[in-house]
């Protein structure tokens, strides 16, 4: 490609509602266009990286086994009826009617389409496994889109969704999916890490999200450096202390403590560690009759270490909290406590609740708490004497740094990441919602074992470049970059020897299959490589008159400080070798 055949369209400032560096970088390189609340239009520039994407997802997927298909954008909303998701998915769901007033939605993912796929084609066990897979567009409706491409409203995305006879064999298909995904991450070039995944409503423990390591990223990542575990925050288990409880040394004390609402500050007017503090949290879970009529409330108060965070995905899944629970309101935490937030405590109550006390806490003696009373909170207190032991004990915090890694073999670290990829384990859930039965050996019918596979396509390249940036642009990893080597001639329009060198490169490296652009636009040379170092073409070669009046010219990684002279017959042979490599 030449680039004056191409579009090339930079800009020398961001836009102001470009809040991180892929979003500003994206749009100054020339690579998205902004035509709606989170909505963009691929220029080609930036189709290019998602076309490369695309291509090693496909190769990956193809070698795994799986086929390609492509389901419509426009869906019937029968189909998400069938499994109760036109109504329970929410407004991110969007609902569109045609002119006959019939129900549609705009697909945000198609479980739905696929099973209905495979409950009209497939009859006999004899047909399985199966793994359909597409790459297509979506669109949820998203509250707050922002961050460009990583959490627009319409994204590229390859969704895949595997078809089994029994749970084993469904497992196995997994596995063939999982390491299909850490082989298509490794050769985007991109540093990742594949996390175990807390795996929702639907249960289960095969669920591992990929997850690009970038300090921008929105997801904590757990991780043991000395060895293989690896966790998102929801699912890394915060293990039981080793140590007993110790005896108490301090008499229950209620002491002032005048505006001081929070943990952080009651520990710092009292001097005291903010571990010694106890963290209240009043929620709520409601029973309900067929017709949706709640029955009866239950208040629950859980306790954490004032320096801990309560994990809500670990809630969910305590007793009592399986069909979802809130926060509860000011007038109930009144009733049960006597006292507003920010002074609650379990001493005291004037209602009883249920008291579910996080496994750090079940340990601690002569702790502090709120007294329930505006003001005032109770140093020195313990269980058995204070207060009756914990209704439950469980894992309810988010582990931190320097917790005990759950296999046994280290202590925990925590990166930053950005989610690009996920693998789940579905089981019967759709099949069973829609029927989509198979002939087993003996001729009976059996729902059929599922499994969904997910890549963020138009994301991949947001997170590559929230890893991968400087000061100058992008810098992209060889197998995703728009183009792979840029030529840059100096003085081209004005230079035969220049021009003629520059085109006989670039004719050498398209002959070996290399992805190139001259830059034969006449460009400044200032101004024409900081476009290519923005725009992020990882290999640079730059023809002068005065170099190859020496028989020389210049490469330069985009990592690299400083350009090397090489012989202008051994470049070519140079920037292949760097490929290779």
Request: glycine fraction near 8%.
């Given at each position: 490609?030449?680039?004056?055949?191409?579009?090339?369209?930079?800009?020398?400032?961001?836009?102001?509602?470009?809040?991180?560096?892929?979003?500003?970088?994206?749009?100054?390189?020339?690579?998205?266009?902004?035509?709606?609340?989170?909505?963009?239009?691929?220029?080609?520039?930036?189709?290019?990286?998602?076309?490369?994407?695309?291509?090693?997802?496909?190769?990956?997927?193809?070698?795994?086994?799986?086929?390609?298909?492509?389901?419509?954008?426009?869906?019937?909303?029968?189909?998400?009826?069938?499994?109760?998701?036109?109504?329970?998915?929410?407004?991110?769901?969007?609902?569109?009617?045609?002119?006959?007033?019939?129900?549609?939605?705009?697909?945000?993912?198609?479980?739905?389409?696929?099973?209905?796929?495979?409950?009209?084609?497939?009859?006999?066990?004899?047909?399985?496994?199966?793994?359909?897979?597409?790459?297509?567009?979506?669109?949820?409706?998203?509250?707050?889109?922002?961050?460009?491409?990583?959490?627009?409203?319409?994204?590229?995305?390859?969704?895949?969704?595997?078809?089994?006879?029994?749970?084993?064999?469904?497992?196995?298909?997994?596995?063939?999916?999982?390491?299909?995904?850490?082989?298509?991450?490794?050769?985007?070039?991109?540093?990742?890490?594949?996390?175990?995944?807390?795996?929702?409503?639907?249960?289960?423990?095969?669920?591992?999200?990929?997850?690009?390591?970038?300090?921008?990223?929105?997801?904590?990542?757990?991780?043991?450096?000395?060895?293989?575990?690896?966790?998102?925050?929801?699912?890394?288990?915060?293990?039981?202390?080793?140590?007993?409880?110790?005896?108490?040394?301090?008499?229950?004390?209620?002491?002032?403590?005048?505006?001081?609402?929070?943990?952080?500050?009651?520990?710092?007017?009292?001097?005291?560690?903010?571990?010694?503090?106890?963290?209240?949290?009043?929620?709520?879970?409601?029973?309900?009759?067929?017709?949706?009529?709640?029955?009866?409330?239950?208040?629950?108060?859980?306790?954490?270490?004032?320096?801990?965070?309560?994990?809500?995905?670990?809630?969910?899944?305590?007793?009592?909290?399986?069909?979802?629970?809130?926060?509860?309101?000011?007038?109930?935490?009144?009733?049960?406590?006597?006292?507003?937030?920010?002074?609650?405590?379990?001493?005291?109550?004037?209602?009883?609740?249920?008291?579910?006390?996080?496994?750090?806490?079940?340990?601690?003696?002569?702790?502090?708490?709120?007294?329930?009373?505006?003001?005032?909170?109770?140093?020195?207190?313990?269980?058995?004497?204070?207060?009756?032991?914990?209704?439950?004990?469980?894992?309810?915090?988010?582990?931190?740094?320097?917790?005990?890694s759950p296999d046994g073999k280290g202590v925990l670290a925590i990166e930053r990441g950005i989610e690009v990829g996920h693998v789940f384990y579905l089981g019967t859930k759709y099949s069973k919602a829609m029927a989509a039965t198979f002939l087993d050996e003996g001729g009976k019918s059996q729902p059929m074992e599922m499994g969904c596979y997910g890549i963020g396509i138009t994301r991949l390249p947001a997170a590559a470049i929230e890893q991968n940036h400087d000061e100058r642009?992008?810098?992209?990893?060889?197998?995703?970059?728009?183009?792979?080597?840029?030529?840059?001639?100096?003085?081209?329009?004005?230079?035969?020897?220049?021009?003629?060198?520059?085109?006989?490169?670039?004719?050498?490296?398209?002959?070996?299959?290399?992805?190139?652009?001259?830059?034969?636009?006449?460009?400044?040379?200032?101004?024409?490589?900081?476009?290519?170092?923005?725009?992020?073409?990882?290999?640079?070669?730059?023809?002068?008159?005065?170099?190859?009046?020496?028989?020389?010219?210049?490469?330069?990684?985009?990592?690299?400080?400083?350009?090397?002279?090489?012989?202008?017959?051994?470049?070519?042979?140079?920037?292949?070798?760097?490929?290779?490599?």
């Amino acid at each position: 490609m030449k680039a004056s055949r191409f579009f090339v369209s930079t800009l020398k400032e961001a836009p102001a509602d470009a809040e991180v560096v892929s979003h500003r970088l994206m749009t100054r390189a020339g690579m998205i266009k902004k035509l709606g609340a989170g909505i963009y239009t691929y220029m080609p520039m930036g189709l290019r990286v998602i076309r490369k994407v695309e291509a090693i997802v496909r190769e990956e997927m193809e070698r795994a086994g799986a086929v390609e298909l492509t389901m419509p954008v426009v869906q019937p909303a029968e189909l998400w009826q069938e499994t109760g998701r036109f109504d329970k998915m929410g407004p991110e769901l969007m609902r569109i009617q045609d002119r006959h007033e019939r129900d549609y939605v705009v697909q945000p993912t198609s479980e739905e389409v696929v099973t209905d796929i495979a409950r009209q084609e497939i009859k006999s066990y004899k047909q399985l496994p199966k793994n359909f897979y597409q790459i297509q567009t979506k669109f949820r409706d998203e509250r707050r889109p922002r961050f460009g491409l990583m959490r627009g409203r319409e994204f590229i995305m390859k969704d895949a969704y595997s078809f089994d006879r029994d749970v084993s064999s469904a497992k196995a298909s997994y596995q063939v999916m999982a390491k299909a995904y850490r082989a298509i991450f490794d050769r985007f070039g991109l540093r990742y890490r594949a996390v175990a995944a807390d795996s929702g409503a639907i249960g289960g423990d095969l669920s591992e999200e990929f997850q690009v390591i970038a300090a921008t990223g929105e997801d904590a990542i757990v991780y043991c450096p000395d060895s293989d575990y690896a966790a998102n925050m929801e699912k890394a288990e915060a293990l039981a202390p080793q140590a007993t409880r110790p005896a108490s040394g301090k008499d229950a004390v209620k002491t002032p403590t005048p505006g001081k609402s929070t943990c952080e500050d009651v520990s710092e007017l009292l001097g005291v560690p903010l571990s010694t503090t106890v963290k209240s949290l009043v929620l709520a879970t409601e029973e309900v009759d067929d017709q949706g009529t709640v029955k009866k409330v239950q208040i629950w108060l859980l306790l954490v270490r004032g320096d801990h965070d309560m994990n809500e995905v670990k809630v969910g899944k305590l007793p009592g909290f399986e069909q979802g629970f809130r926060f509860a309101t000011v007038p109930e935490i009144e009733a049960h406590f006597g006292s507003k937030p920010g002074y609650l405590g379990p001493l005291g109550l004037k209602l009883p609740v249920k008291v579910v006390a996080d496994r750090d806490v079940a340990v601690m003696a002569d702790w502090i708490c709120g007294a329930n009373e505006p003001d005032f909170h109770i140093t020195g207190v313990n269980w058995g004497r204070d207060l009756p032991e914990p209704d439950l004990v469980a894992d309810i915090r988010n582990v931190v740094a320097g917790d005990a890694s759950p296999d046994g073999k280290g202590v925990l670290a925590i990166e930053r990441g950005i989610e690009v990829g996920h693998v789940f384990y579905l089981g019967t859930k759709y099949s069973k919602a829609m029927a989509a039965t198979f002939l087993d050996e003996g001729g009976k019918s059996q729902p059929m074992e599922m499994g969904c596979y997910g890549i963020g396509i138009t994301r991949l390249p947001a997170a590559a470049i929230e890893q991968n940036h400087d000061e100058r642009g992008i810098i992209w990893p060889d197998a995703i970059a728009p183009f792979t080597v840029v030529v840059c001639p100096i003085g081209m329009d004005r230079s035969a020897e220049v021009k003629a060198a520059a085109e006989k490169l670039y004719d050498e490296l398209l002959a070996a299959g290399v992805d190139v652009i001259l830059d034969d636009r006449g460009e400044r040379p200032g101004v024409m490589f900081a476009e290519w170092e923005l725009i992020g073409v990882p290999h640079r070669v730059v023809l002068s008159d005065r170099g190859l009046k020496e028989g020389t010219v210049e490469y330069q990684h985009r990592r690299d400080t400083a350009a090397t002279k090489v012989a202008v017959q051994e470049v070519a042979g140079l920037v292949r070798g760097r490929l290779a490599a």
